[in-house]
């Protein structure tokens, strides 16, 4: 059955970077968009971006820009998700999310990532 | 690309009915009928319950349901269980391969 299984929780310090991975199973890693969405304690769901695994391409929430490099590997079905220049309002769940061929929605969701930036 | 607008919370007796909405502008909830709605259960990963503003995934029931009007999107869940209080949020297409979220709301089953 499709999975996304993602990478465990990483607490980093200010201004060091995170590179979380997100694991695709029982699907055509190619055939299908990865979005990454970061949900802050308490807070609501944030898009980051997302990632076309089959050619590599990218777009980037605007706030992110800069800051923030997705990328995939075919080979293992995996896509990742960097985030540098950390600062403590990063702390967050970080998921990724399969986008369905076709559809506008998010279908399967990763278990989620903590994130934790310390000062 | 500013996170579309809901209300903090919501609350309501088993058995009724309550609407949550979804305002955005007419780059994004208004411009494209790509509005979606989640339910976030405490601790876990977001699930859809609506697609393409009123579609339901196989799996849904039927007391949810949705709609747009002009740049606000809405969910109404009708018959309120108490296995339904959860988090909810709309997010919306906003063009360019860009993708907007609301604040979230919270649903208290009285």
């Known amino acids: 059955q499709v999975q996304l299984v993602q990478s465990g929780a990483e607490v980093k310090k200010s201004g060091a970077s995170v590179k979380v991975s997100c694991k695709a199973f029982g699907y055509t890693f190619t055939n299908f968009y990865l979005h990454w969405v970061r949900q802050a304690p308490g807070q609501g769901l944030e898009w980051m971006g997302i990632v076309n695994p089959s050619g590599g391409t990218t777009t980037y929430a605007q706030r992110f820009q800069g800051r923030v490099t997705m990328t995939r590997d075919t080979s293992t079905s995996t896509v990742y998700m960097e985030l540098r220049s950390l600062r403590s309002e990063d702390t967050a769940v970080y998921f990724c999310?399969?986008?369905?061929?076709?559809?506008?929605?998010?279908?399967?969701w990763g278990q989620g990532t903590l994130v934790t930036v310390s000062s | 690309q500013s996170a579309l607008t809901q209300p903090r919370s919501v609350s309501e007796s088993p058995g009724q009915s309550v609407t949550i909405s979804c305002t955005g502008a007419?780059?994004?909830?208004?411009?494209?009928?790509?509005v979606s709605w989640y339910q976030q259960h405490p601790g876990q990963a977001p699930k859809v319950i609506i697609y393409d503003v009123n579609k339901r995934p196989s799996g849904v029931p039927d007391r949810f349901s949705a709609s747009k009007s002009g740049n606000t999107a809405s969910l109404t869940i009708s018959g309120l269980q108490a296995e339904d209080e959860a988090d909810y949020f709309c997010c919306s297409y906003a063009g360019t391969y860009t993708w907007v979220f609301g604040g979230g709301t919270k649903l208290t089953v009285l």
């Open positions: 007419s780059s994004d909830v208004g411009g494209y009928n790509f």
């Open positions: 999310a399969r986008r369905p061929t076709g559809y506008d929605y998010f279908d399967y």
